[in-house]
């Protein structure tokens, strides 16, 4: 065997080796280390240069890109998520026809998925969900973060947060708990709009503080318009847009200028 | 899906008239090689323009014997190109008796052999090579041509170039190969923006977004267009494809005013033979605008031809009319495999909260004070706490402007709110602003459109007239000059 491959795959053995005792200092030196040797494979995309031991070189860079995934979200690191998942999905899609699937492949984008609505970038939630075949739809990873996409964008928000319950895969959990703040800020905006006023056990009770004394400091941080008065909360309500009572006269003259302008050129 | 290929023919429908009464093929294609020479001397890309026009109108007629004599007639005997095109078509003792007529009356090969004729020798080859259904071959000639067209740089032949692409990118997608050609569509894109060939861009940009969209790789599609430099359209078709495919990738990132602005423009745009086309960008349209919580009009699926293509959508419609969750499942299921063919089965699924949101407005509009548990039970929520879910669906909805109401938590109902008078707001006046704004773009696009002929007349105008013609011009130019300056 290749002395280069050896060597990243004994690298790799220490990697897991420290990523399974949680020693994620160590997982992180390492892996930088091991993205460095990746470069020299020529096999890799987005070369895909076919030599001997392209199956094996590219199974592994797959499987290290893989661990670096979960690492980011144990170490609760969403940029280095990004990155590493970018890096990782050329192995998914381009070089699909060369490598038997791999079995984290689903749980990995439906991690993906569910950052991408933590994040509230729905336009590229469902640019990535059209790459997904109908199979793929159907596994239970994939489909838990589609179902959440549905009821966070109805309103549903007691079923995104019970959802959390039902985490298909447990790196999920992290993510799930950054999606209950979104859904936090979200029913803020909503009932600001919705309510004249609350009283503070609903309001408590409807923004899932577990004590008054933590609604406080969120109205306090986040929503200092809101009023508190005599064990309500008063939303402040935003101005209707007002009848129009005066004649926007500069505007109409100028389009009516323009207007006989361009009459006058076509008669 | 075939509607490219009909777009292409229809094109060809207006010149039809002229030419299919005429003389034999072989006349017809005498007629269009002098076309292209004079075209090629004048640098007269408009007479190329025609001839390709021509040639497409005689797609039906086009036979081995036909090419064999126009490889002949129109390539130096011997030439890689004619050798090379020669052995695409079938041996010549297997042609029919009937053309050797024709090929005894073989004019003198033309000496000069003109780029311009060998990559139109390419093109009708190839033309019928892909009629054929002989795919493989078509796909060995194609690339040829396109190889050979990496040599050439001439602006008479870009028009011919624009047509290769396209078939060349046809001939991979029959076969299914559709992502080996990517990365050459990026390098003859590259090329041609550097020769400022634009009807190639065009060409070119179109093929790049359809091969992307069909391996639904939204994200490089968008990633290209928005790169890719733009300028005034030059072809109908192209620009009809390109609006269809930017609507298809504004609605799949959710951007559906823009998306259904696209979409209804390429389905008014394009020529009323493109059916399958049409039929495309009506479903995409139909999904968009109930995406947008709009109800399409009936006269929208009742379309000539398009009833039979347009009923599941129009079922939908009705389903999310109605606001009914469980007629929406039943449809979506029913039709499901309608649906996933034509690639909108997820955009079905986002349609979920729309059928919600028209639920919840019919129940806004029609009573003044109703409770949440009513309100869960006629919207058919079925969850383990329908009430609550009710209470943050409708607090979703007021808060994105679907319905306008308030909520009353302590007694839990709804109330509905009085609508207000949009005549006494601006609204109006700007709505009619941007119509007359829009038509009097209309024409002075239409009147920019217009081409004349190089006039003759001019030339017998007396020298008086022409002064006073001259004069006018002048005065008139210094008036829009000053109009200018009128400008703010």
Request: with cysteine; charged share 25%; net charge neutral.
């Amino acid at each position: 065997m290749d002395p280069k491959l050896t060597e990243v795959s004994q690298q790799f053995e220490r990697f897991k080796a420290a990523f399974i005792r949680n020693d994620f200092d160590t997982c992180e030196r390492l892996l930088s280390q091991l993205k460095v040797s990746l470069t020299q494979f020529r096999s890799l995309p987005p070369l895909f240069v076919d030599t001997p031991n392209a199956t094996h070189e590219l199974t592994l860079a797959r499987d290290i890109y893989e661990h670096a995934v979960v690492l980011s979200v144990k170490i609760e690191d969403q940029e280095a998520f990004e990155r590493d998942f970018f890096q990782l999905k050329p192995y998914y899609t381009d070089a699909r026809g060369r490598l038997p699937p791999s079995a984290q492949e689903y749980p990995i984008l439906g991690l993906n998925l569910l950052r991408l609505l933590v994040q509230n970038r729905i336009a590229e939630f469902h640019t990535e969900l059209e790459l997904l075949s109908a199979t793929a739809l159907e596994n239970l990873c994939i489909k838990h973060a589609v179902e959440l996409e549905q009821s966070f964008m109805e309103g549903a928000y007691n079923r995104v947060l019970s959802a959390r319950q039902t985490v298909p895969h447990e790196t999920y959990v992290y993510f799930m708990d950054l999606l209950a703040k979104t859904v936090r800020d979200e029913i803020a905006g909503c009932s600001e709009k919705a309510y004249d006023s609350l009283s503070i056990n609903d309001a408590r009770r409807i923004l899932l503080f577990p004590s008054d004394q933590e609604l406080f400091e969120y109205i306090k941080e986040d929503h200092p318009e809101w009023e508190i008065k005599n064990g309500y909360v008063i939303f402040q309500r935003a101005k209707e847009s007002a009848p129009c009572k005066e004649i926007p006269s500069l505007q109409l003259i100028n389009q009516t200028l323009s207007y006989a302008r361009e009459l006058e050129r076509i008669v | 899906m075939t509607q490219d290929v009909e777009m292409k023919e229809q094109q060809a429908a207006p010149s039809n008239s002229v030419t299919s009464t005429g003389p034999s093929t072989l006349q017809q294609l005498k007629e269009i090689a002098s076309l292209i020479e004079t075209g090629a001397y004048a640098r007269e890309v408009r007479r190329i323009v025609r001839a390709i026009r021509l040639t497409i109108a005689l797609r039906r007629k086009l036979k081995a014997s036909v090419l064999h004599w126009f490889l002949n007639f129109a390539l130096v005997p011997g030439s890689e190109a004619h050798s090379r095109l020669l052995s695409y078509l079938p041996k010549e003792d297997e042609l029919d008796m009937e053309v050797d007529t024709a090929t005894s009356a073989t004019p003198a090969p033309v000496k000069h052999s003109l780029p311009e004729f060998e990559i139109y020798c390419y093109l009708l080859v190839l033309i019928f090579l892909i009629d054929q259904k002989r795919y493989n071959e078509a796909k060995a000639c194609s690339s040829a041509s396109i190889a050979r067209l990496k040599n050439v740089n001439r602006r008479t032949v870009d028009v011919l170039a624009a047509r290769l692409y396209f078939y060349y990118s046809l001939s991979y997608e029959l076969t299914g190969d559709l992502a080996e050609i990517r990365g050459n569509l990026l390098a003859l894109h590259r090329i041609a923006t550097l020769r400022r060939d634009e009807l190639g861009q065009e060409t070119l940009l179109n093929l790049l977004l359809r091969n992307y969209l069909h391996y639904n790789l939204f994200d490089q599609a968008e990633k290209l267009r928005s790169k890719a430099p733009r300028f005034e359209a030059h072809s109908n078709q192209q620009f009809c494809r390109y609006l269809f495919y930017l609507g298809k990738i504004r609605t799949i990132q959710l951007e559906y005013t823009d998306a259904k602005e696209s979409l209804l423009q390429a389905a008014r745009k394009a020529p009323v033979a493109a059916l399958g086309f049409r039929v495309q960008c009506n479903k995409w349209a139909v999904i968009v605008r109930l995406l947008l919580g709009e109800i399409p009009e009936r006269t929208v699926f009742m379309q000539k031809g398009m009833e039979k293509a347009l009923r599941p959508y129009f079922e939908l419609t009705n389903a999310v009319r109605v606001g009914d969750l469980e007629l929406f499942k039943a449809v979506a299921e029913k039709f499901s495999t309608t649906f996933s063919s034509d690639g909108t089965q997820n955009l079905i699924v986002r349609l979920r909260h729309n059928v919600i949101r028209t639920g919840l407005r019919n129940i806004s509009i029609s009573y003044s004070r109703i409770s949440l548990t009513d309100v869960a039970k006629k919207l058919r929520l079925d969850s383990e706490n329908p009430v609550a879910d009710a209470e943050s669906i409708v607090a979703k909805a007021i808060r994105d402007g679907a319905i306008d109401a308030t909520l009353d938590h302590a007694s839990g109902w709804m109330v509905s709110k009085e609508t207000g008078d949009i005549y006494s707001t601006n609204e109006p006046q700007i709505a009619f602003n941007s119509r007359i704004a829009f038509c009097l773009n209309m024409h002075n696009e239409a009147v920019r459109a217009l081409r004349f002929p190089p006039n003759s007349d001019k030339e017998k105008e007396s020298a008086e007239k022409r002064r006073e013609r001259q004069q006018q011009e002048q005065e008139l130019a210094k008036h829009i000059a000053e109009e200018d300056d009128d400008e703010f």
